[in-house]
């Protein structure tokens, strides 16, 4: 399955969510997989932030040197990160239907969203 770096930035915080609830031991394994693989593609867009961060910032004398990007580059910064985010990744990963879940979890309607594409019906 292929996902943009938007959506398992996305997924990652319905995962969170749902990884903290007890579940079947398979879908446990499965799920706790999934959040590895997306927390490992958000360190790496992290890192890839911070050096746009600073190859477009300078220091702020108002937070003490703090890097911020200047006012002339957010568009910049606006539109790389953007095509970062656009990025396709390849996951290895069969949706778990959702009666795989028990019926006893419960998940916001924002979670339940932010999962629409590893749990099906």
């Known amino acids: 399955m292929k996902l943009t770096l938007a959506e398992v930035r996305w997924m990652q915080k319905g995962?969170?969510?749902?990884?903290?609830m007890s579940l079947p031991i398979r879908v446990s394994y499965k799920l706790s997989k999934l959040l590895t693989f997306c927390n490992k593609e958000m360190v790496s867009v992290e890192q890839a932030r911070v050096g746009l961060v600073k190859r477009l910032a300078k220091p702020d004398p108002e937070t003490h040197g703090e890097l911020r990007v200047t006012v002339e580059n957010?568009?910049?910064?606006?539109?790389?990160?953007?095509?970062?985010?656009?990025?396709?990744?390849?996951?290895?990963?069969?949706?778990?239907?959702?009666?795989?879940?028990?019926?006893?979890?419960k998940l916001s309607p924002m979670e339940m969203l932010s999962l629409t594409k590893v749990i099906e019906e």
């Open 15 to 20: 995962l969170s969510a749902i990884t903290q």
């Open 74 to 105: 957010e568009e910049v910064f606006r539109k790389e990160f953007e095509e970062l985010l656009l990025e396709e990744v390849e996951l290895d990963f069969i949706p778990i239907k959702i009666s795989e879940l028990g019926d006893d979890i």
